[in-house]
């Protein structure tokens, strides 16, 4: 089944009568909500609100396909399944149905609309947990069961729980679903994720506790479903392929490449591990090309420019991980004839998918117009290692150290690829665990980030029970008169007010909170240091 199929049927399941589910629009990869946000990681950021209180204008059975942006594993990617930009599928249900409908659409979707046979299906579920004082969730055992998955293919964890996201909200057991691939990725022990042979394909999270203040878990008058799949997963599952890679939404890029750098990728029948040295290498730097140019194209034209700083400087990133791996793997390569060639095959396969990469040639030239810089800039940085390698091939263990490696990278964008390649040619080594020591230090970071802002969503949520959107006036009066304030609280230090309607801007993509004077009925002023806006309500920062 080719990807645009898979759109096709997954519309179609969840838009029938005996399902009617609304479709959300997709949202763009710079979130529109949360000016902190760095990405679209995923559409529940934006549905924090109506998970736990506020009822949602298209109704309590929604689904889409949302194309999202996940940056913490940049340097994973490259092996089968890890992307930037990925399309990730998801159903919800806000109060309505629950584990029994949402488990056996699960089955049903996979098994009579894919066609992957039933005994290919297996599913782990929440095993339990002493330390939270929870049972196993029996309950979906038994769904499972009645679904014709026997208890052999059916594994209980105590992990296969989510959230809350911060230290209190909504959270729950969660069920997840795998495929059995074929014999050759492993022996059949039904182990799930301890095992390559069987591939996670869909998670399905019950919201259905709120975990409050004291450690203690109350059952949710109104339980969630949240359920996500990945789409070029399940299109590798329903191709055969070994990869993601050898799919329909990314064959035609690697044949671009190809014709453009005059290198093969290696044989799709040959298991990675039976590469040679070089072909793994190889394989890594195709992987690396086609993510990259592929989503450096899909952020351009969701308005995110180069630079230096915070979105700009991960888009910068990917570009020039993209320029270095073509370099390496043809020095000669035309790189503004591959990046217009790659342009014009994901066009082909997106450009009807609600993406502004249609008729928009201007996408590649923004891009190769930040390669140009790279392919400038590059030549001081070499000259800067050339030094650094005349001071280590003087040292007894003629190896760079790990401190210069990662300040060179980190610094200076120069990629470890490159430094490692330029050190073998003077019979010189890297120093790479302690390098690879403080990139995962830099991730957990990035990674605690992320968690800090979802954690401020959750916090704000809880405040925000029953207070309907904020009236916006700010088009047409710039004085708000006789505002009625609905809400006011403090959390972390920030006093906050919420008013009927206002004239403030919020920050909204690029536009900066107003910040300005009130005056109340009493007269007391208020200094107004930033507005936001959640979920439609404009919340006033007050000083």
Known sequence: MLSEKIRQEWKKFWESESRNHKELKPAPLVPQWDKTSLF?????????????????????????????????????????????????????????????????????????????????????????????GLWEDEEARKILNECGIPNERIRAMEENWWGPAGEVGPCGPDCEFYVDRWDAFGSA????????????????????????????????????????????????????????????????????????????????????????????????????????????????????????????????????????????????????????EI??????????????????????????NEMEKFEKTIQ???????????????TEWKVIDGEIVFKLYDTYGFPLELTKEIAESEKLEVDEEWFRKHMQKAKEKSKANAKDVFKRWIDWAKYLEGIPATEFIGYDNLELENPKVLKYFETEGSKIYIFDKTPFYAEWGGQTGDKWELILDDWSVLKIIDVKKFAGIYLHFVK
């Open 40 to 132: 679209t990681v995923a559409w529940m950021q934006q549905l924090v609100p109506y998970l736990s209180w506020k009822p949602h204008e298209d109704g309590k059975r929604l689904y889409n396909i949302q194309k999202c942006v996940r940056t913490p594993d940049i340097d994973e990617i490259g092996d089968e399944r890890h992307l930037t930009m990925f399309e990730m599928m998801w159903n919800w249900s806000l109060g309505d149905y629950f584990k029994k409908e949402s488990i056996t659409w699960s089955v049903d979707f996979l098994n009579k609309v894919c066609g992957i046979p039933l005994e290919k299906i297996g599913a782990t579920i929440f095993g339990g947990s002493k330390e939270l």
């Open 189 to 340: 022990d039904w182990l799930m994720d301890d095992n390559d042979r069987y591939t996670e394909i869909w998670n399905n999270v019950f919201m259905e506790f709120y975990k409050n203040d004291d450690g203690s878990f109350t059952e949710l008058p109104a339980q969630n479903v949240d359920t996500w799949m990945g789409l070029e997963r399940l299109a590798m599952i329903l191709q055969w392929k070994k990869t993601i890679f050898e799919t329909d939404l990314f064959e035609w890029i690697i044949k671009v490449i190809e014709n453009q750098t005059w290198k093969k990728y290696p044989p799709y029948s040959v298991a990675e591990e039976n590469l040679s040295e070089e072909e793994q290498q190889i394989t890594r730097r195709f992987r690396i090309i086609t993510d990259h140019i592929r989503g450096s194209l899909f952020l351009i034209a969701d308005g995110v420019i180069p630079s230096n700083e915070w979105r700009g400087y991960v888009l910068r990133r990917l570009i020039r991980r993209a320029f270095y791996n073509l370099y390496l793997l043809n020095k000669q390569v035309d790189y503004r004839k591959t990046v217009n």
């Open 343 to 368: 342009y014009k095959a994901v066009e082909e396969k997106y450009g009807d998918f609600r993406t502004n990469l249609q008729n928009n040639e201007n996408l590649a030239k923004a891009l190769i």
């Open 380 to 394: 001081k940085w070499l000259k800067l290692l050339e030094e650094i390698v005349k001071v280590t091939k003087d």
